[in-house]
């Protein structure tokens, strides 16, 4: 299973947030370049960027931060979200050598934006979808919309998006434990991988996950968890990799 350390841009510095509040946030570092390679020398496979600031305003806020990652570690695979809500965007940060895109809150309200980003760009577009109790959140979790999850998710696995990342709201930055039981639903429903984000905060968290690889889970997004030190990457790392191992 891929294990994928969260880089959470506001300000031009590396944050954690607690259940989406901008208000309520945590600096970890100045530099999230310095960050990056901190996850990439403890043997990250691919890092998950969020411009905070970009998914509040609804356009790049942090792209010159998220540039300068991409240009540090050209062979890594990163994955971006926060603010994409136009093509030009999506452009922008693949010219940069970003290898996918989360669309967000756009592809909720605009479905038909994710279709033509897929014919355009195939193999880089993810969707992100954040649920509570089942339904779609959007506009930085501030309200849940009338979207079935599931529903949306294949919607999107018919317009040809990569993976999804999914992320249970209720959980994400408060290191209750990781929604193993929606998040093997929302996988079982469709064929195209699902990406756990939200709420993974212990070893055993990633254990959990591990054990339904299988469904169709391939990564795990790790946030808050590695910053105050619940999670060790390279442990986490053993592990997925021990797992792995067995089910091969």
């Known amino acids: 299973m891929l294990l994928i350390p969260a880089i959470d841009l506001k300000d031009g510095k590396c944050v954690r947030l607690r259940q989406g509040r901008m208000e309520d946030s945590t600096v970890f570092s100045d530099d999230p370049v310095a960050i990056a390679a901190r996850w990439v020398e403890a043997g990250a496979r691919r890092l998950h960027l969020v411009d905070l600031n970009g998914a509040f305003a609804g356009q790049p806020v942090n792209a010159q931060v998220v540039r300068r990652i991409a240009e540090t570690f050209p062979d890594l695979p990163i994955q971006v979200g926060g603010g994409i809500r136009e093509e030009q965007t999506v452009e922008s940060y693949l010219d940069a050598g970003v290898q996918f895109v989360i669309i967000g809150t756009k592809a909720v309200q605009e479905p038909h934006f994710v279709s033509d980003l897929c014919l355009e760009y195939p193999g880089h577009i993810i969707v992100g979808l954040d649920a509570k109790d089942g339904r779609v959140a959007v506009n930085?979790?501030?309200k849940l919309s009338k979207h079935n999850v599931i529903e949306l998710a294949q919607t999107f696995e018919r317009y040809g998006v990569?993976?999804?990342v999914y992320?249970?709201?209720?959980?994400?930055?408060m290191m209750q434990g990781v929604n193993v039981e929606a998040t093997v639903r929302l996988a079982r429903a469709i064929?195209?991988?699902v990406i756990a984000s939200g709420g993974v905060s212990t070893l055993d968290d990633v254990r959990a996950?591990?054990?339904?690889e299988q469904e169709g889970i391939m990564g795990a997004i790790i946030g808050r968890a590695l910053y105050d030190g619940a999670i060790d990457l390279a442990a986490a790392q053993q592990i997925a990799g021990a797992a792995s191992g067995a089910q091969g």
Not at 167 to 173: A, E, L, V
Not at 209 to 212: G, I, Q, R, S, T
């Open 209 to 212: 996950l591990c054990a339904v």
């Open 167 to 173: 992320t249970d709201i209720s959980r994400d930055g």
């Open 191 to 193: 064929s195209i991988p």
């Open 162 to 164: 990569e993976a999804i």
């Open 140 to 142: 930085g979790w501030s």
